[in-house]
């Protein structure tokens, strides 16, 4: 089973190196604590910029996704792993695209508008 | 090892267009891994609904107002630990230790559905406050995009549940196997997606 698995790619969450490996849960707990700690920490404190906060916590969240992603569904760039790779690298470009794409346009849109209340007093 | 088998190891010489199908399970594992990533990409959807109109409050309260950090911070935790947890019933799963399983997946449905009971408090409490689902364009999305978590979060509860009675009626059958593996892949991108719920509706409220 294990060298039909090595020559046909491997399907996610299977960890290459343990089946029987309960250290990898371990490690990404270790890991994503402290993430998460510190995202909500960010968002409390006073002691960072605050117009920088946002960034800080995207850095923290896109940080815990990949611990997720390695730790817990064992995806990563090996070899045997590269459908999954794909895929998921899809997946990501078409979620940054419809987030970002329609934060942008919203934002253009809104620029480019007038404001709600001129529009109501225009009307009177 | 089988003929058969010999020919798939990848020392073989035989080239890997001349190996044949992959077995089910690989094929499986990437056909769900498929499903779960159209499923991120409704949520990216919502999201991007979520932050479009997160600041068209009509009036009514704001994220900042609304969200109580703590409570969020309950929640997160929970979901994080029943990801652990998840995992170790997988491997309890994959070892065919019954009496693991059970207990991992125990706690794991426990989490859960504490996450799903806090959840509800929060949102029984801000209907009761006003601020439902209909006061405004914010307070729609934020019902809809932390609801169909919610959703999801709940489905998986009932699936593990099944998943739980077909081990106990059919034993650790390869399908089974399968089906649970799939459950594991289904709950840990639950908690990605709740990562990104926490930073940008909690956590990035203003």
New interface residues.
Partial sequence: MDRQVLAQGRAPGVDARDQHNARSYLIGLLYALPLTGASFWAATTSFVYAPAVPVLLAVLAIAQMGVHLAFFLHISSAPDQTNNFLALAFGVFVTGLIVFGSMMIMSHLNHNMMSMDQLMRMQR | ?SAA?NA???D?GIP?SL?G???V??V???GF??FL??D??LF??L???Y??LSGSTAGGPTAAELFD?KH??AE??CL?AS??TC??G??AV??TDARAMYFWMGITFLLGATFLTLEGREFAGMVSAGAGPSHSAFLSAFFTLVGTHGLHVTLGLVWLLIMLLQVTTLGFQPMVGRRF?AF??FW??L??VW??V??IV???AK
């Fill in positions: 090892m088998e798939l190891a990848p073989s890997l190996r199908p992959a077995p399970r690989v499986a594992g990437f891994w498929l990533l159209s991120i990409i990216a959807a999201f991007a609904a932050s479009v950090k969020v911070f997160t935790l994080l990801s652990v995992g170790f997988s491997l994959q070892r593996f594991g892949l840990h991108a908690d990605i990562i990104g926490f930073t909690y956590l990035g």
